[in-house]
């Protein structure tokens, strides 16, 4: 699958947020879970934490599909 991109119209973006705007989660309850099973990485790590502040630069992954959050323009 070809990355993703994301690009904040702020500062961060809460993960669960991401998730479910990119089309990787049904509801935002279907991504806050995924991300509480352990199913997420930022940045190579798996992120618990469901409102994780995503910032430019950061690299999200999910079910070997990646999204890759830039500054806004």
Not at 54 to 69: C, E, F, H, M, N
């Amino acid at each position: 699958m070809p990355p993703l991109q994301f690009t904040l119209t702020g500062d961060f973006i809460e993960l669960h947020n991401l998730l479910k705007l990119m089309g990787l989660a049904d509801s935002g309850g279907s991504a806050k879970a995924r991300v509480a099973m352990g199913d997420v990485t930022v940045d190579g790590q798996v992120e618990l934490r469901k409102t994780c502040k995503i910032s430019a630069g950061q690299r999200v992954k999910l079910d070997g599909q990646t999204i890759y959050v830039r500054a806004p323009d």
